[in-house]
Nanobody
């Protein structure tokens, strides 16, 4: 499996940004997908996740009501729409894939439960 994240950049506080993550190598619809973020010296943090069919989503409290995760199973892509960005959202954002066949949980929030990771895309929000 390969995951290619894109869409990061430098924006101002209050702006919006949409991250994309293209999935290849296996059947995309068999994987739940997640977005995590990490800043230097800190552990990787769960941001948002979506079940294999898009029927369930989860968000961290820090991004709820500002970020929206979605997926296009026909296009093998997961998105993270980020609105009302804040300087504290600055981080490297990673997409990850969690095979749905080995869990009864629709969306995992623990990073160690994800099987594959993308390379990360940097989001910088200036004040």
């Amino acid at each position: 499996v390969q995951l290619q994240a894109s869409g990061g950049g430098l924006v101002q506080a209050g702006d919006s940004l949409r991250l994309s993550c293209e999935f290849s190598g296996r059947t995309f619809s068999m994987y739940a997908m997640g977005w995590f973020r990490q800043t230097p010296g800190k552990a990787r943090e769960f941001v948002a996740g979506i079940s294999w069919n898009g029927g369930s989503t989860m968000y961290s409290d820090s991004v709820k009501d500002r970020f929206t995760i979605s997926r296009d199973n026909a296009g093998n892509t997961v998105y993270l729409q980020m609105n009302s960005l804040k300087p504290e959202d600055t981080a490297v954002y990673y997409c990850a894939a969690d095979w749905a066949g080995d869990t009864t949980v629709a969306v995992n929030t623990d990073s160690y439960k994800y099987d594959y990771w993308g390379q990360g895309t940097l989001v910088t929000v200036s004040s």
